[in-house]
T-cell receptor
Framework: GQNIDQPTEMTATEGAIVQINCTYQ??????LFWYQQHAGEAPTFLSY??LDGLEEKGRFSSFLSRSKGYSYLLLKELQMKDSASYLC??????????WGAGTKLIIKP | IAGITQAPTSQILAAGRRMTLRCTQD?????MYWYRQDLGLGLRLIHY???????GKGEVPDGYSVSRANTDDFPLTLASAVPSQTSVYFC????????????FGSGTQLSVL
């Protein structure tokens, strides 16, 4: 079956760095998305990876290893506004999205 | 620029009633989707449409129907609501189907009693 695994909840301190991991098993692979979702709001796009390596966008970076079926989202210089859920979604061979349940990130002062 | 507009924002519905959730986009995206989001389960695809005039079933289509008469509108209908359909419903669109990032509406909180 197809599956996306990510931790349910993580806690980090303001100003620190946090890494949110995602492992995937999909029938074929056509890329992986990360979305951010604040409580009570809609998900918003953060990043897309289809090739191995690190993609950096300001304080946020996303990494992909296709051979390991693994991705992570790296958040630097954490701010209180980064408290949110982070959703990992893989694209299978039929270009269907397989969603993880999301990681709730709690930032403490 | 509105993006995707969903209505209503929230609704309390008696079991057995019919309900249509509305979704309109102004980005001229070909692909549109309906998801439900339940605590601990993540987003689950209900129905999708790759282009106007076509629709397809997602992971959890039972009890729901959709239509795509034009590019902009993608309503979701619950023919006879049941309590297990209590959820947050998100409509989304994408310029290029599964290859493209999704733009989400603000969601509809539906409670079926």
């Amino acid at each position: 079956g197809q599956n996306i695994d990510q931790p349910t909840e993580m806690t980090a301190t303001e100003g620190a760095i946090v890494q949110i991991n995602c492992t995937y098993q999909t029938s074929g692979f056509n890329g992986l998305f990360w979305y951010q979702q604040h409580a009570g709001e809609a998900p918003t796009f953060l990043s897309y990876n289809v090739l191995d390596g690190l993609e950096e966008k300001g304080r946020f970076s996303s990494f992909l290893s296709r051979s390991k079926g693994y991705s992570y989202l790296l958040l630097k210089e954490l701010q209180m506004k980064d408290s949110a859920s982070y959703l990992c979604a893989g694209i299978d061979s039929n270009y269907q999205l397989i969603w993880g349940a999301g990681t709730k990130l709690i930032i403490k002062p | 620029i509105a993006g995707i507009t969903q209505a209503p924002t929230s609704q309390i519905l008696a079991a057995g009633r019919r309900m249509t959730l509305r979704c309109t986009q102004d980005m001229r995206h070909n692909a549109m989707y309906w998801y439900r989001q339940d605590l601990g389960l993540g987003l689950r695809l209900i129905h999708y449409s790759n282009t106007a005039g076509t629709t397809g079933k997602g992971e959890v289509p039972d009890g729901y129907s959709v239509s795509r008469a034009n590019t902009d509108d993608f309503p979701l209908t619950l023919a006879s609501a049941v309590p297990s359909q209590t959820s947050v419903y998100f409509c989304a669109s994408s310029e290029s189907g599964g290859r493209g990032k999704l733009f989400f509406g603000s969601g509809t909180q539906l409670s079926v009693l």
